[in-house]
């Protein structure tokens, strides 16, 4: 499935639960009185919250997706969206990256930045690859050892 298609379509979704069905829950929960034990009310208030940061997450997302040509990301090597598994020579130890935009970027959940010195490391290339990273501390060696690309992905 196109990924800007399923990003449209829980968009949708979540503006639907966020416009008309959270509303009424809350007018509905409001009709039962007192709000401070309200137990229907503060869930619809906490949903409608999370309702909405997903939807401006993903509303950001698609503006991102749209800025992006699937076509010019290779489907053999390392681009935006991969996900790579590589062995850290030095400390032999396999670690898994996904190469994302720098909004998305969390390196503590192993999503880094294409502009990063990992990332720009890794672009182009492809599994079998050993690849030296200058990182501030120091230099590591990263052997390519397994690639998904984000075409590999949509199907």
Do not use: W
């Not at 906490?46 to 503006?63: I, K, S, T």
């Not at 991102?64 to 040509?69: F, I, K, P, Q």
């Amino acid at each position: 499935m196109d990924i800007k298609k399923k990003l449209q379509d829980e968009i949708d979704a979540l503006s639907y639960e966020l416009h008309n069905q959270l509303p009424m829950e809350i007018r509905r929960a409001r009709e039962h009185g007192d709000l401070s034990e309200n137990a229907e009310y503060h869930a619809a208030k906490e949903r409608q919250g999370m309702v909405n940061a997903r939807l401006n997450q993903l509303v950001r997302r698609l503006a991102e997706m749209s800025m992006v040509d699937l076509d010019k990301i290779p489907r053999d090597r390392v681009g935006l969206g991969s996900e790579v598994a590589v062995l850290d020579v030095k400390k032999d130890e396999e670690i898994t990256y996904t190469l994302v935009t720098s909004e998305e970027a969390d390196a503590s959940s192993g999503r880094i930045s294409t502009s990063s010195p990992i990332g720009r490391g890794l672009i182009g290339k492809e599994v079998g690859d050993v690849v030296k990273v200058t990182i501030p501390g120091g230099v590591r060696e990263f052997e390519i050892l397994k690639l998904t690309t984000i075409h590999d992905m949509l199907g």
